[in-house]
């Protein structure tokens, strides 16, 4: 609920590089010089785990979450949730790397239509994060 009310408050007051929504400004250029620089699949690996331990504080929480969530049922109970974690995660993600792949648009016009709607984007995900919060906190998942 913490980072949702964050995500919402830069809806109304965005500022680049805000701290626990978003990497530090200060970061940005090395890491993208680093990333640049990788040309090898094995560069590509070790740049990829060491993003993804940078990035772990933000995103390990919907995992911690719904693991929790999940580990009290069932086989079978369980795939409905996934399916819906794909359909809301996953499928986006899928389908903007398709649209790259197949040349229907260019990671600068994803990049600059993201950089266009950062704050909308702030506003639905700090929404949805409170939300996913409260029905915890409220017992309703």
């Not at 740049?47 to 719904?66: D, E, K, W």
């Not at 409905?80 to 359909?87: D, E, K």
């Not at 909308?120 to 017992?139: E, T």
Request: one cysteine or more; charged letters at 15%.
């Amino acid at each position: 609920m913490v980072l949702g009310a964050l995500n919402i408050k830069d809806f109304f007051f965005y500022k680049k590089g805000s701290l626990a929504t978003e990497m530090p400004i200060f970061l940005r250029p090395k890491v993208k010089r680093t990333i640049e620089k990788i040309t090898s699949p094995s560069g590509a690996f070790i740049i990829g785990f060491l993003v993804t331990l940078f990035l772990l504080p933000c995103t390990i929480g919907p995992y911690i979450v719904a693991s929790g969530l999940l580990s009290g049922l069932t086989f079978m109970q369980t795939i409905p949730w996934l399916l819906y974690y794909n359909i809301i995660f996953l499928i986006p993600m899928f389908l903007i790397v398709c649209l790259v792949y197949f040349g229907f648009t260019r990671v600068e016009d994803v990049s600059g239509w993201k950089e266009r709607n950062i704050k909308k984007l702030h506003l639905i995900a700090g929404i949805l994060l409170f939300l996913v919060g409260l029905s915890l906190l409220l017992g309703w998942i």
